[in-house]
Nanobody, 124 residues
Framework: QVRLVESGGGSVQAGGSLELSCKAY????????RAWFRHAPGQEREGLAA????????DIAASVKGRFTITFDNPKDTLHLHMKNLKPEDSAMYYC?????????????????WGQGTQVTVSS
């Protein structure tokens, strides 16, 4: 069983930066792809960034490309999302997730383990 614990959310003013972390615990032998998603009220869950941990190949959503960066600390089994130049529309609950895919994907349906989420609020 896999447990994912997100941290690093909070409130920030527009233009600011935040770094989210996702620590993974448990049986991770097939958790090849790690990803970040967000879900704002009244909107679909949106894939932001995904990384295949064995070669660091990535997929970044166009909506955040150039502002968000995904990294994975293999020894610590911790996923990070580095966010800069945040906008009010980035406000949402942010989740990390794992998948057994062979390449990164931004489709929520591809992921089988999810964390509880961490809230990000960006004020104007």
């Amino acid at each position: 069983q896999v447990r994912l614990v997100e941290s690093g959310g909070g409130s920030v003013q527009a233009g600011g930066s935040l770094e989210l972390s996702c620590k993974a615990y448990g049986d991770l032998w097939n958790s090849n792809v790690r990803a970040w998603f967000r879900h704002a009220p009244g909107q679909e869950r949106e894939g932001l960034a995904a990384i295949y941990i064995w070669n660091n190949s990535e997929d970044i959503a166009a909506s955040v490309k150039g502002r968000f960066t995904i990294t994975f600390d293999n020894p610590k089994d911790t996923l990070h999302l580095h966010m800069k130049n945040l906008k009010p529309e980035d406000s949402a609950m942010y989740y990390c997730a794992t998948s057994d895919l062979g390449s990164p994907s931004l489709l929520p349906s591809a992921y089988f383990q999810w964390g509880q989420g961490t809230q990000v609020t960006v004020s104007s």
